[in-house]
């Protein structure tokens, strides 16, 4: 992972709401959620639910996938791992 995706990853996690979209995918069977399911779950307008999710998935924090008419959303683990492993190599 190079530092400038380090710096945008760590930009799109430093938001709360953005923080609380991604748990909220966690808490789902088989790790994704609907876009329908997200403005239920947030105190947020539509149009802040899609702001912050387009800054996930530019991040690469989340994968999007079209269903039908919905989106569907999922953690990309794989990016959280080399997210983890370059935080692990600024240890002392």
């Known amino acids: 992972m190079d530092r400038r995706k380090f710096e945008k990853i760590s930009k799109a996690l430093a938001d ?3 923080l609380m979209i991604l ?10 959620l609907y876009c329908v399911d997200l ?6 307008a539509q149009p802040s639910v899609s702001h912050h ?3 996930l998935a530019d991040a ?16 990309n683990n794989r990016v959280f791992d080399e997210y983890i492993k370059y935080l692990e190599g600024l240890k002392a």
């Open 60 to 75: 690469d924090l989340i994968t999007t996938e079209k269903e039908g008419r919905n989106m569907k959303y999922t953690l």
């Open 53 to 55: 999710i387009k800054l």
């Open 39 to 44: 403005y239920g779950k947030t105190n947020l």
């Open 16 to 18: 709360p709401n953005r």
């Open 23 to 32: 748990k909220e995918i966690k808490k789902k069977k088989h790790d994704c």
